[in-house]
């Protein structure tokens, strides 16, 4: 909280810089008091309590967040303010404020840094906490004994090692690396010409795939195509882990363009491209949208950025993805974007979504089936990792793919109970789980504002968010009694 204070002070907003600075006072005084009331405490279960903090940290901790902005906005009340700190700490970027000018520029600051933090927390939480239990996307992986594939040293480091060590040790590699990739975004942003200021919101907001703008977005944005076209470069580290952590863990040893989840996305962003620019030539050529080559190459590019960008669940929509919808001549083609936050990233990465692993892990079983009805003795083969993936990792992807499924459907069924209408209801329940806020606004016929929303409805969204961020399997992992038995 002391970032946006000393920036409301630059700025001249003493009255703003004040509550963010007694914010940050107080919470200090409290947290050093809890600290050394625990100090001493002895778990029984260290990783069933970093599993817990986990989910502290996206539910309780914007109790805390929440203070500065309800003290700072006088149209807000406390639970909605509350709202705006789950949506960003669990890096959705979904706001109750249709129009950037409502709220103050260090509020959009502030912002922007929960939902940067929340995105580190998960870097690090994913590889320290997540991977040695198996859950968020390495189950695939995970032998019948309960091991990573691959990695047997990992597993006894798992063993040994007290998660704290654990965070202690990947932070120490982790943080500088995502801190000075958002530190190289922004600078590159600015010289492409983007307001400073914007540009580290927007550099923030890419790394947490986030989506939060202080201006609404892309489209406003003075940068242009260079700025969509340096952001679309760092969008590869919501794509695939190694891309930033290779051999890490000791889980990936093959370079990014080997690996499985960086090729599955590369191909489904370009069979969509194709898809997209193609229907021009077989359904919309006649239409009233241009012909020309500027008009191609734009809807070129909206369609690889949109398309990438709601993939990585950040969901910043490019300049030029209107020119797109009329090459097309799909008037909303949301769709193809809820369907790409559904698939989501690359596990261990900011992203949302069911994960590109589990993807192709029902890809590749699915294909191994339909191999087996031509030539029932063929042998599959490619190795101990690929039987992996197609038997018991696809297994368990499928059952994870169930539990998405079950959580979309009661989230519309508690969203309509609300007194939401059922259209809505999709796209908020698809938009919440895979944390990609900004599909409200692109994905349905008309775009649906958070604030038209019952309170009691904001809350299941929130809750929903917090799922979406750790996902069903740490849930379930949660409420096992073995888990929590001495």
Known sequence: MVVPSIHALAIGEHAISRAFFYSALLFFVITVFVGLATANYEFTNRSRGYLVSLLAAFLVLPLMLAVPIYEVVPQITFFEAWFESVSSITTTGATLFDSPRT???????????????GGLLVWVAAIAVLAPLNIGGFEVRATADGRLMRERTYAQIGRELDPSERLVRYGAKLVPLYTGL??????????????????????????????????????????????????????????????????LSGQEVNPLHKDHEFRLALGLIALLVTVLFLRHGLVAFDSDAANDVRSAARALWGAIFTITSFMTTT???????????????????????????????????????????????????????????????SIGGSGADARQIRKQGAQIAWIFFMLFTISIAVVMVLLSLTGVQFETAVVLAVAALSTTGPLA??????????????????????????FGRLEALAMIALLNPEFWRR
């Open 182 to 247: 958002t530190l190289l975004l922004w600078l590159m942003l600015t010289v492409a010409g983007e307001i400073p200021f914007v540009a580290f919101c927007h550099a923030m907001s890419v790394m947490a795939t986030s989506g939060i703008s202080p201006v609404g977005g892309l489209v406003f944005s003075p940068a242009g195509f260079l700025g969509e076209l340096l952001i679309l470069g760092f969008f590869v580290f919501a794509l695939s882990r190694v891309s930033f952590s290779r051999g």
């Open 103 to 117: 709220l103050p520029p260090t509020v959009h600051l502030w912002r922007a840094l929960m939902g940067w933090l």
């Open 441 to 466: 606004s692109i994905a349905a016929e008309a775009p649906v504002s958070y604030a038209g929303i019952p309170d009691l409805g904001k809350f299941v969204l929130a809750l929903a968010m917090v």
């Open 315 to 377: 969901g910043f929509e490019s300049a030029d993805w209107t020119a797109t919808r009329n090459w097309s001549g799909l008037g909303t083609p949301g769709l193809i974007l809820v369907g790409l936050s559904l698939i989501g990233g690359g596990v261990a990465t900011t992203a949302g979504g069911i994960k590109l692993l589990r993807v192709y892990a029902l890809w590749k079983h699915g294909e191994r089936e339909v191999e087996r009805l031509i030539y029932p003795s």
